[in-house]
């Protein structure tokens, strides 16, 4: 039996490793842990607690057990190989095997548990049944069942082991009773009315300042006809001064009374009950107050008494006392249980949910009883109205069907998701009662772009199913990088321009950041300002100003959901300088040889709307004086006389355009001229003959004033002549 459940894990395992990324329901998993594997199998016993105002601790639950609860041929003869194990499948728990029954077609067998239950929970708290080991020993151990409880007598009247003339006390006290002509049967046992009782003796763990009892009773007759003071239980004398009694009291009607020996006015008075009908019974005193329970609901007003239970030298018996020792009871009692301390409420009411169905048949709805680990069945459905913003998730709904409960009253259900390949996350569970579709928000927390994976997850008492895995894609919108259009500049910087992308499409996004990252080269390690784009199409992002003309920039569009990018292709574009040619120089060796005309063609302004335009010159490539300095603004020729060069050196120049202060120059090439130390020895000779002539004039004709103007023009030319040939040597 351990090899096939061992295969079928594998042949299981594999088949869920199949369906890993199918849309359709999984296989139940078994539960990962397994308490002894010495046990071939297990049930699950749930307990709901969602009405329960109070934890219950050590409390003992009755368990039956009936061939639609359990597979008894797979269970030892007598129950010998039950085990019972707290939930987390470590801790086994105390358990009382108080009937069992193994004929075939009638099987049954209940057993008293002591377990742990948390107020409010939806069957959350539950408890495995381990079976399936014909070597185990019985395990079963009824005084540890109830040795944290305070129970001072347990008498399962019904049990196999009560069916003869001892009635063994299930406490560790031993409070057994001894039989007088009642008779037994499965449900316990019956009191003819004439002389039946059992006597458990007067132990000293009966005598108690507190005391609670709790019995299941019923009557074949009118209840008032039991007679008056008629006990079905009571440790009390016939003075009624100690101790404490159940009776009826025919003379008041279909009634039960409690009474606390100190006064003869502490009883409570419960409600009138019917013929032939199950009753559970309760009754606590506290000190303070005596209160009634009848089938787990206080019936009456509850009875203030300070005092305490004095202590009674009488017997505990059963079926009568002695107020009026000739009265004896009528009808069956199925189990009596009398405690140290006050029960509370929902222990009474617990007790009357888990031990109903042995009596009347009907299921108290307290404990659920699982199969063999059949968890939930589930379905994952596809993901809907998954959205974003350039911020990031804002939408999307996980989808499942819940498609079984796997027998169990309630499940809780969630989604497990993660990047694809993983399930790191889940969703908060909710709890269905019915199956059907469910739904769950996407988290927030999720990443644009990514791909993930989900899957239905359903858990009850039993273990956990799962649906298929489903993917799933935020999908971010599709960029391309489009030419940069506008470009422009002017003499003194960049003036205007735009990167510009284009959106193909939003994927899931209602809208996007948009920028653009530039550089000189493919690294970029410049961005723009962000814009918001919530459509389709091109668009443009401003080129900042403090560019450099000139250069060849590369750059790309980029999108971002937060936190994830999307990158367009790289572009380029330049900034073109006006383009510039040097011409020869005119006019060389003009004013006596010092003044020439240089040249230059501006053939393109590139991108430029002006720029600034001038000349270097010196007497060697190096140049060294900057001359002509004007802003154009269209192509064309422009020039410059330049003056004062010293004759007989060559002089060397170049056309030059810039943008910007000291920012992007472009050179023309360099050209060169000189000129003539003749031309300049002869403007010198002439110079001197005016000079010379004219004073000889003013000499031989002095005293006529023509020829004194005539002189003074002809000195006035020369000197003229010899200050600018002499002028051009500086």
Not at 47 to 67: D, K, M, R
Not at 260 to 274: H, P, S
Not at 351 to 368: H, M, R
Not at 631 to 641: K, Q
Request: net charge negative.
């Amino acid at each position: 039996m351990k090899k096939l459940k061992k295969l079928t894990g594998i042949l299981l395992a594999s088949t869920l490793t199949l369906m890993l990324f199918m849309s359709v329901p999984a296989l139940p998993v078994q539960a990962a842990s397994w308490w002894n594997a010495g046990w071939d199998y297990r049930n699950v016993l749930s307990f709901n607690a969602t009405a329960l105002t109070e934890n219950l601790t050590n409390f003992p639950v009755t368990i039956f057990l009936n061939p639609s609860r359990v597979d008894f041929d797979k269970i030892a003869a007598n129950g010998t190989d039950i085990r019972f194990v707290d939930k987390d499948d470590v801790t086994p728990l105390p358990f009382h095997i108080t009937q069992w029954n193994d004929t075939p077609g009638s099987e049954n067998a209940t057993v008293v548990v002591t377990v742990n239950v948390t107020a409010y929970s939806n069957y959350s708290d539950y408890i495995y049944m381990y079976y399936g080991n014909a070597i185990a020993a019985d395990g079963q151990d009824k005084n540890a069942v109830w040795a944290s409880t305070n129970a001072t007598a347990v008498l399962p009247l019904y049990t196999d082991n009560n069916s003869g003339t001892i009635i063994y006390d299930s406490t560790s006290y031993g409070n057994n009773g001894t039989e007088g002509t009642s008779t037994w049967s499965a449900l316990g046992r019956t009191f003819n009315g004439v002389n039946a009782k059992i006597d458990c003796g007067n132990g000293a763990s009966l005598t108690t300042g507190n005391v609670s009892v709790d019995l299941w009773v019923k009557s074949p007759i009118e209840w008032n006809l039991q007679g008056n003071y008629t006990d079905i239980i009571g440790k009390m004398p016939a003075a009624a001064t100690t101790g404490w009694t159940v009776f009826c009291y025919g003379a008041a009607g279909d009634t039960i009374y409690f009474r606390i020996g100190d006064a003869a006015t502490q009883w409570v008075n419960l409600a009138t009950f019917a013929i032939d009908t199950w009753y559970h019974l309760a009754f606590t005193y506290d000190g303070v107050t005596i209160r009634g329970y009848v089938d787990g609901s206080e019936d009456y007003a509850p009875k203030a008494f300070a005092g305490t239970v004095n202590a009674c030298a009488e017997n505990l018996l059963l079926g009568n006392g002695y107020a009026v020792p000739a009265n004896f009871f009528t009808g069956i009692i199925g189990e009596a249980r009398v405690y140290g301390r006050p029960l509370s409420a929902e222990e009474i009411r617990c007790s009357n949910l888990s031990e109903q169905y042995f009596y009347t048949g009907l299921d108290g709805g307290f404990i659920y009883y699982g199969n063999e680990d059949p968890p939930p069945t589930m379905t994952t459905l596809t993901a809907h109205g998954i959205t974003m913003d350039k911020d990031g998730v804002t939408g999307g709904t996980f989808n499942g069907t819940l498609v079984s409960l796997g027998g169990a009253p309630s499940a809780n259900v969630s989604f497990e998701y993660g990047l694809l390949g993983t399930l790191t996350g889940e969703t908060a569970a909710q709890v269905l009662t019915v199956t059907g579709n469910y739904t769950t928000a996407v988290p927030a927390t999720l990443t644009p772009g990514a791909v993930y994976q989900y899957r239905a997850k359903g858990t009850n008492v039993d273990g956990s199913g799962y649906g298929g895995n489903v993917t799933f894609t935020f999908t971010m919108p599709s960029i391309t990088t489009s030419t940069a259009s506008g470009v422009t500049m002017d003499k003194d910087a960049v003036t205007g321009g735009n990167f510009r992308g284009n959106i193909t499409n939003m994927g899931v996004a209602s809208d996007t950041y948009a920028h653009a990252e530039y550089g000189l080269t493919a690294a970029y390690g410049s961005n723009t300002s962000a814009v918001t784009r919530d459509v389709t199409g091109l668009f443009s992002v401003s080129i900042p100003n403090d560019l450099t003309p000139g250069e060849t920039y590369h750059y790309r569009i980029v999108i971002e959901n937060d936190p994830t990018i999307v990158l367009g292709s790289d572009q380029t574009f330049v900034f073109t300088m006006p383009s510039i040619t040097t011409n020869a120089a005119t006019n060389k060796g003009a004013n006596g040889g010092t003044r020439a005309t240089l040249n230059a063609n501006i053939s393109d302004m590139g991108v430029a709307s002006n720029t600034y335009a001038y000349f270097e010159w010196g007497y060697s490539t190096s140049y060294g004086s900057t001359v002509g300095v004007q802003t154009l603004d269209l192509a064309g020729a422009y020039s410059y006389v330049l003056e004062h060069f010293t004759p007989s050196k060559t002089v060397h120049y170049r056309s030059v355009v810039r943008i910007g202060n000291d920012s992007t120059y472009v050179y023309g090439s360099d050209q060169s001229f000189s000129v003539s130390t003749t031309t300049f020895s002869l403007a010198l000779l002439i110079s001197v003959v005016f000079a010379i002539f004219g004073i000889v004039v003013l000499f031989a004709l002095r005293g006529k004033p023509i020829a004194m103007v005539i002189a003074g023009v002809l000195i006035a030319i020369g000197i003229i002549i010899i200050q600018n040939v002499v002028g051009a040597l500086w």
